[in-house]
């Protein structure tokens, strides 16, 4: 779902036909194909649909953050601070699959459906991006600059790229569309029909990140970009 503003959205909403990669495009079409085979053959399915995941073990989020910082390409916000997205930390979702496969039985709530499962803590992705870029001791920028006009940027420098072989932009016309227009889901249907509440808040998980990150940022700095590996559960949420 995307190219529209989404503020709490929920299940009810439908499929997006507006594809601009094939990451989405196959999403969709595999979420059908799965829900669809919902007591085929005795067989129960349900779909959980994270938000961006992060966490202890990330190389997708945070990397491509560090990856324009180290580059120099982080010097504007983009976009007003009051739009918000949301993210999944990755031991609330997987505990909303623990969740999901418990009532994933005959009779239960799961089977067929599908659910968006966050931290249910929408924040502007770069009031979140903050802190961990603040940790590595790196200086945040304080300029913001329109998102529609760094849309329009974007879209021309990609039609200039696939036309006449420029470099890829600096950003996807997509990625700048989660930073300038809101898009959050609920995660009541998870709540009512799963159980499901975020084990941790945002700031919790942050404290347990940070070291992980602060580390993987010096190994990229450094010009290492070996996955680090962290094994150990994190510590149980104080309150």
Known sequence: MGGQRISGGDETLPYTERFNDLYTETKVVAEKFVLSQNGVGGMLTCS??????????????????????????????VGSEKVKLDNSY???????????????????????????????????????????????????????????????????????????????????????????????????????????????TTEQALQQCLPYYVELFDRMKAGSGEPLVHAAAPSAPKG
């Open 90 to 200: 990755v031991h609330n979702l997987i505990h909303g699959f623990i969740l999901a496969a418990e009532h994933l039985v005959p009779g239960g709530s799961a089977p067929g459906q599908a659910y968006f499962v966050n931290d249910g803590e929408p924040i502007n992705m770069f009031e979140f991006s903050r802190p961990v870029v603040e940790a590595c001791g790196q200086p945040w920028p304080t300029v913001r600059v329109p998102g529609r006009l760094v849309w329009f940027a974007m879209k021309a420098w990609q039609f200039l790229h696939f036309r006449f072989g420029l470099p890829k932009p600096l950003l996807e016309p997509l990625a700048v569309e989660r930073l300038y227009l809101d898009n959050y889901f609920s995660i009541a249907k998870a709540e009512q029909d799963l159980g499901y509440r975020p084990l941790f």
């Open 48 to 77: 959980i649909r994270p938000s961006g995941i992060w966490g202890r073990g990330d190389q997708t989020m945070f990397r491509k953050v560090f990856e324009s910082v180290l580059a120099g390409h982080v010097k504007v916000l």
